[in-house]
């Protein structure tokens, strides 16, 4: 089974918009972390923003907001006020229990800001 | 602001060649990792290593692949006898503490071609 899933390919924005992009995970484990990563055409990974499984109040980094529902088991990434910058392939991840070292990825989804 | 880096950012190499992928994580981590991404394809965990030893590693990381952390700030990936398969992103992370809520930090990667 998919432990995390990002139903969406592609999308396209206009400057100055919103944006959201869905996440939705599986996990049994009580404790584990989400993430958001950039992947700009250059290729590389960069960090977004963290939503802990514990965590009351939806994490925000500047531009990025996470919609996380718990109960649900989402974690939607909100890119407010769209910059052309931000055309990226955008990845969800998840990391449970102290003992899982590991990062499990979405598909991602790629979005493209229009002019 | 401290970052992973990584060489080379490109490399070309022949079937059946040996490769080393080097990294030096941020200085004060302490557990490391690499993934692979093949083109179009999502983020796949290979192997993490904590104190001189491989913590987990996935199915991927068969006979063919190593690790070895040979001075204080290397990190390095070996992969013995390249298969055309082996043709992807591979990306080093570090992480400073272990923890579902702790952010692995990633490198710019290395595109390696199989020919």
């Known amino acids: 089974a998919q432990k995390i899933t990002q139903t969406q390919p592609g999308m396209f924005v206009q400057e100055k918009e919103a944006v959201t992009l869905d996440c939705t995970y599986d996990t049994s484990d009580p404790s584990y972390g989400l993430f958001w990563y950039k992947q700009p055409s250059s290729g590389e990974m960069i960090f977004l923003i963290y939503q802990g499984s514990y965590d009351q109040q939806n994490a925000t980094e500047g531009r990025y907001s996470l919609n996380f529902q718990k109960a649900r088991k989402s974690a939607n990434l909100v890119i407010s006020a769209s910059q052309l910058g931000d055309s990226a392939m955008y990845f969800c991840a998840m990391r449970e229990a102290v003992n899982d070292y590991k990062l499990s990825f979405g598909a991602g989804t790629t979005v493209t800001v229009r002019a | 602001e401290p970052e992973v880096t990584q060489t080379p950012s490109h490399q070309v190499t022949q079937m059946g060649q040996e490769v080393i992928l080097r990294c030096v994580p941020i200085s004060n981590h302490l557990y490391f990792y690499w993934y692979r991404q093949i083109l179009g394809q999502k983020v796949e965990f290979l192997v993490s290593?904590?104190?001189?030893?491989?913590?987990?590693k996935s199915e991927i990381f068969d006979d063919q692949f190593s690790v070895e952390r040979p001075d204080g700030s290397n990190f390095t990936l070996k992969i013995r006898s390249t298969k055309l398969e082996d043709s992807a992103m591979y990306f080093c992370?570090?992480?400073?503490?272990?923890?579902?809520?702790?952010?692995?930090?990633f490198g710019p990667g290395t595109r390696l071609l199989v020919l």
């Open positions: 290593f904590y104190n001189n030893e491989i913590s987990e």
């Open positions: 992370a570090s992480s400073e503490a272990l923890g579902s809520q702790e952010t692995q930090y």
